[in-house]
C-alpha cells in the first residue's frame, strides 16, 4: 500500500529553527509537496520536489531523498504566525497526491 | 479575487437526506478534486475530474457522486447522507505538475 509517514506534533520557539520530516512509500514518485493549512482554514502551496536536493524559499526550504523515500520542511526564524499544521503528499504515477496526515507545529514564545 | 468557491460553508444535515455540495473555479484550470478531511488522517480522495466531461473514483468513493458538465464547476452530491459522512469537505484543481492544487474554503458538513 501507499504510505506516508509524519510526526503528528511539534513543539518549537519562537526565533529558533525546526525541521519537519516525511517519510514515503509510493507506487511511483512523480514530485513532493508540502503545504501549510492553519486551523479552520484551507491548505495552501509552500514547496515543490522533484529532484533531489534542497529548494530554499524564504524562511522555508525543502528537501527530498528519493533514494530514501525522505523529505523535509524547515522553517527558519520562527515567527507565532507559523503555528500551523504542515502536510506532506507525494503525487504517485498515476498522478494523484497521496497525502500524510499532517504535523502540528505549536510556536512558544 | 481568482480562486475557488465552495457553498454552504457549514451544514447540519438530517441522515437520510440529500445534499449537494457546490465547488467553483475561475482559474480555468483542467483538473478538480474533492476532498475529506477527519481528524487525524490524511487528505482522501473522494472524486476528481482531470477535464470536463470525465470523472473518476479516487480512495473514498462510495456515497458521493460527482459530475463536470463544464471546467468551472465540479459539485459534490450525497445521494443518502450517513453520520459518517460527517467531515470537512475540501475542492481543488491544478492545471500544473509544478505548483500543486489550489484548495477551496472547505465545507463543514455535520450528518445527523
Known amino acids: 500500500g501507499q504510505n506516508i509517514d509524519q510526526p503528528t506534533e511539534m513543539t518549537a520557539t519562537e526565533g529558533a529553527i525546526v525541521q519537519i520530516n516525511c517519510t514515503y512509500q509510493t507506487s511511483g514518485f512523480n514530485g513532493l509537496f508540502w503545504y501549510q493549512q492553519h486551523a479552520g482554514e484551507a491548505p495552501t502551496f509552500l514547496s515543490y520536489?522533484?529532484l533531489d536536493g534542497l529548494e530554499e524559499k524564504g524562511r522555508f526550504s525543502s528537501f527530498l531523498s528519493r533514494s530514501k523515500g525522505y523529505s523535509y520542511l524547515l522553517l527558519k526564524e520562527l515567527q507565532m504566525k507559523d503555528s500551523a499544521s504542515y502536510l506532506c503528499?507525494?503525487?504517485?504515477?498515476?498522478?494523484?497526491?497521496?497525502w500524510g496526515a499532517g504535523t502540528k507545529l505549536i510556536i512558544k514564545p | 479575487t481568482a480562486g475557488i468557491t465552495q457553498a454552504p460553508t457549514s451544514q447540519i444535515l438530517a441522515a437520510g437526506r440529500s445534499m449537494t455540495l457546490r465547488c467553483t473555479q475561475d482559474?480555468?484550470?483542467?483538473?478538480m478534486y474533492w476532498y475529506r478531511q477527519d481528524l487525524g488522517l490524511g487528505l482522501r480522495l473522494i472524486h476528481y475530474?482531470?477535464?470536463?466531461?470525465?470523472?473518476g473514483k479516487g480512495e473514498v468513493p462510495d456515497g458521493y457522486s460527482v459530475s463536470r458538465a463544464n471546467t468551472d464547476d465540479f459539485p459534490l452530491t450525497l445521494a443518502s447522507a450517513v453520520p459518517s459522512q460527517t467531515s470537512v469537505y475540501f475542492c481543488a484543481s491544478s492545471d500544473s505538475e509544478h505548483y500543486g492544487y489550489t484548495f477551496g474554503s472547505g465545507t463543514r458538513l455535520t450528518v445527523v
Open positions: 520536489n522533484v
Open positions: 503528499a507525494v503525487r504517485d504515477s498515476n498522478y494523484q497526491l497521496i
Open positions: 475530474s482531470n477535464t470536463a466531461g470525465t470523472t
Open positions: 482559474m480555468r484550470h483542467n483538473a
